[in-house]
């Protein structure tokens, strides 16, 4: 028993050792991808909602190929997706309320 | 996962999407949830009290059948019935 306890500092080292390649690789993409916008995107926010709006009103939308639009689909779907995983964080669970 | 590439600098727009729907929906999942808790703890609370009555009447009901069956059973078996029971 004494020997199994005097393994679990050796093991917890060689897991940190195991994952900090890969939690580096994480944070690499997670520092571009991930944060949040800062205050100085706030115009290309405008920027972005304008020509969606534009295109939706000259009827450009209509003439970008099947591929762009599937992409746009599925960004869509993630971008409403984190609303859902949102109200799982809030609710505290993840399947149901636990009144 | 074999190459990554370099990472991609995602549009204002999309990143502003999602960080707005993530705090709207934990702010949604905190309120409704503390709505339901509320209706919850209503019912719950009538649902004592019901069940308080409901076991009162449910006990009355077995003492009554369970004197009838007694008497049935001494009918049965041949027994005579005490004149106080």
Known sequence: ?99 | MATLGAPVRVSPLIKFGRWTALVTGILYGRSHFNSLKAKEAVIREEETKKQAIRDAQLAEEKLKNNKQEMIYLAGEAGVKVPPNF
């Open chain 1, 1 to 99: 028993m004494s020997k199994l306890i005097a393994r679990i500092p050796v093991l917890a080292k060689s897991a940190v050792d195991s994952a900090t390649p890969k939690l580096n690789t994480f944070m690499r993409y997670a520092k571009v991808e991930l944060v949040p916008p800062t205050p100085a995107e706030v115009g290309g926010v405008a920027q972005g909602f304008n020509n969606i709006m534009k295109s939706a009103q000259t009827g450009a939308w209509k003439n970008i190929p099947v591929k762009d639009a599937w992409r746009n689909v599925l960004v869509t779907t993630e971008v409403l997706c984190w609303f859902f995983i949102g109200e799982c964080i809030g609710k505290g669970t993840f399947v149901g309320y636990q009144v």
